[in-house]
């Protein structure tokens, strides 16, 4: 198989085409008390994945209307009684909030097997088939062993704190640092037990995830993000400081530090850390899906060798720009341009994202998955949680 072919990944998609399925979703979903949201959202995404093409063929999404309405139905029940105890018994809250972690993992695992299950490429439907056991053992397993950590090493720090406020600080400072190392650790794992489960028919996805690499991302994001606050926090008290009267301070008069001045500083200084927060997420979002992507190939037992291998190549800068200017589309248009703000997305990660590969000899089945019910699909996006390739 020729490796030097590079197949990239299009999507044709229109804003303007769009905005007409959008409108129509949202004034039916209002009609209807909500629900014709389910129809809404097979609408959405049968438009674009249907508008998403690799090697001339677009991507198909298979999900019934019904079968989201039912899973959208569990869910909103499972919130209700969610919110009902929260508000009235504490105890019970914190009981449901232990069943959900205990039903996490089935979650995901449920959640990645439907959206797989769900969409085709040339008549052949996608897989997921890592074990249930698996993800208990990375999820709830590692979620464990990051918790028992943090937990011992913070122990550590108030003991130490008896003794030595100094040292303590420091340790207190250094659990910076072992956060980052005990997160990257868990999402580590968490994307290789979901880039090794996928299939497409008898074509296998797999990526050799590296541990070492998401401690470095996630540390660099970490002193970066120190450096700049610090930088920032400097400013914001020098120029405070520059025109106060120390005089009246220490009598308790503060109002010199009240200028006009002060109020933009603090605007921007703000405005600052947001922008901050947003190119790190930048930065650790796109350098791991680049590296996920760098490391996955998709390949048979029959193939001697042969395979597909994918490429991304999103950059924090451009990624991060995506962010701000979908952010402001949307506030100065009030929401009207949500549809434009995703089909510029959906085309952002489109046109940075490839495989390499004849895509013409590509021979496939679709494997049976038995997957009917889109509960645990809607019970995921209810509770905001999801994993897998994207």
Request: charged fraction near 15%.
């Amino acid at each position: 198989m020729d490796q030097h072919i590079t197949n990239p990944v299009e999507f044709k998609g229109e804003g303007r085409e769009f905005f007409g399925i959008w409108i129509v979703n949202i004034l039916l979903s209002i009609i209807t008390l909500g629900v014709y949201s389910a129809w809404a959202k097979v609408r959405t995404k049968r438009y674009f994945y249907g508008n998403t093409y690799l090697a001339g063929d677009s991507f198909e999404y298979h999900a019934q209307p019904m079968q989201i309405l039912k899973g959208r139905l569990v869910a909103l029940v499972a919130l209700f009684v969610w919110g009902i105890a929260n508000s009235f018994s504490p105890n019970a809250s914190i009981v449901l909030l232990i069943l959900f972690y205990l039903a996490l993992p089935w979650l995901l695992w449920s959640n990645a097997r439907f959206d797989a299950a769900m969409t085709s490429y040339r008549n052949v439907h996608f897989s997921f088939n890592s074990s249930l056991k698996e993800a208990y053992k990375v999820i709830l397993g590692r979620g464990f062993g990051a918790f028992l950590a943090a937990s011992l090493y913070f122990a550590a720090v108030i003991f130490v704190a008896q003794t030595s406020v100094i040292f303590a600080v420091l340790l207190g400072f250094g659990s910076l640092v072992l956060l980052a190392v005990i997160y990257a650790w868990v999402v580590s794992g968490l994307h290789k037990y979901f880039s090794n489960g996928f299939q497409f028919g008898e074509w296998k996805f797999s990526a050799e995830i590296e541990t070492h690499f998401f401690i470095k991302t996630y540390l660099k994001a970490l002193a970066f993000a120190v450096g700049v606050s610090i930088v920032l926090t400097i400013g914001v008290f020098s120029t405070l400081f520059s025109g106060a009267d120390f005089e009246a301070i220490q009598a308790g008069d503060f109002s010199s530090l009240m200028g006009d001045s002060s109020y933009g500083v603090f605007f921007i200084s703000y405005f600052g850390f947001i922008v901050l927060t947003i190119a790190l997420t930048a930065y650790t979002t796109t350098r791991v899906r680049n590296y996920i992507f760098s490391k996955l190939v998709a390949k048979t037992q029959q193939s001697d060798g042969e395979h597909y291998q994918f490429n991304s190549s999103m950059t924090a800068r451009g990624y991060t720009w995506l962010v701000i200017s979908n952010f402001l589309l949307q506030v100065f248009t009030l929401g009207i341009a949500r549809p434009w703000v995703m089909v510029r997305t959906t085309r952002y990660i489109a046109d940075h994202t490839s495989v390499f590969g004849d895509m013409s000899l590509l021979k496939a089945s679709s494997q049976s998955a038995n997957v009917k019910s889109a509960i645990s699909d809607e019970m995921a996006q209810a509770f905001d949680v999801g994993m897998g390739i994207g």
